[in-house]
């Protein structure tokens, strides 16, 4: 969840939206010895005394109160007021590639799946440095075509060309919004054929994991009628790996610098909190129906930075090779 702490004054809307449904996570940590193995030490300095990471359930368990009751934000309407706007998460598509092959095995004694790693393991040194450049690329090319939702990996895809990693599973979610269940309940139904989508760590995913969030609203309160551009829906992009966690720096809850945080290209790296929490900021970004200029501050960079996270959005599908529905959807029908 976010911090209460942090003061939404002068702040524009697009800028509190992205804070209120950026996940920050519990960090665990391992001895750095431990991770080497898995990310390489052009990735992991070996002289850190330990090496941060987060589980996907602890990132699932993010989302279980956004799932049931929606994620407010605060939108300062044109008339200077105040309004708290709730979004309930849906899981718009996911990749999980991992640094070596993971085979599911049956643990007899608990009767339950387990997920384990093969020894095998990705070594492109490069791989890694063309997605992070991606995350910056403004590119605005589009394409045609959409994905299927798969477990198995695409022909010829650029990640494997590369050895970028082993595509453990991927989803791309093609129903109506309608038809849709909240985030947590779809990876719950998930989860059930392919337990390491809530088991595995961030130090065990390849740079080219991620996934993308489509957010709807539901309510606003207080209720207001007319306010066309409160119908505007959001799918947000983050990247998964530990390898994107470093780079970043601390701050601290209590002097309000979360503001320059959320202000800044943060370029899809997770950022490490003082309070032990890692904050999968999105790195990319687009909208459907932002009809008015309600969510872009004039006097701000808003609308440089909304089209950097389309872009790098789009260049990030790009370089993996991905047709993404609902970004495709959302290009399709952008005002940006």
Known sequence: ???????????????????????????????????????????????????EYFTLGDLWNCYCEWSAYGAGTPVVLSNGE??????????????????????ASRNPREDSDVVELESDSWSDD???????????NNSSR???????????????????????GHLYFQYFEMASPYWRVPLTDKITELARNHPGLTTLKSVDLSPASWMAVAWYPIYHIPSRKNEKDLSTCFLTYHTLSSIFQESVKEYDDTDN???????????????????????????????????GDLWLNPDTSDQERILDLFNAADSWLKQLGVHHHDFKFFACHSNI
């Not at 791989?127 to 992070?132: A, E, H, R």
């Not at 589009?142 to 970028?164: C, H």
């Not at 909190?273 to 129906?289: D, E, H, N």
Request: proline share 6%; net charge neutral.
């Open 1 to 51: 969840m976010w911090s209460s702490s942090w003061s939404t004054r002068g702040n524009s809307n697009l800028e509190n939206f992205i804070h209120c449904v950026t996940p920050n996570l519990p960090s665990r940590s391992h001895p750095p010895q431990s991770c080497i193995h898995e990310l390489k030490s052009q990735c992991q300095p070996t002289d850190k005394e330990i090496v």
């Open 82 to 103: 105040e309004i708290t706007q709730y979004y309930v998460p849906y899981l718009s598509a996911i990749q999980i590639y991992t640094n070596k092959s993971l085979v």
């Open 126 to 136: 490069s791989g890694s440095d063309k997605l992070s450049r991606s995350l910056s």
């Open 142 to 164: 589009t394409w045609d075509g959409i994905s299927e939702d798969s477990s198995v990996e695409q022909d010829g895809s650029w990640l494997m060309t590369n050895k970028l």
């Open 257 to 291: 610098s979360c503001y320059s945080e959320v202000a800044e290209r943060t370029e899809g790296k997770p950022k490490r909190k003082s309070s032990s929490k890692i904050a999968l900021t999105p790195f990319g970004l687009a909208t459907y129906k932002m009809l």
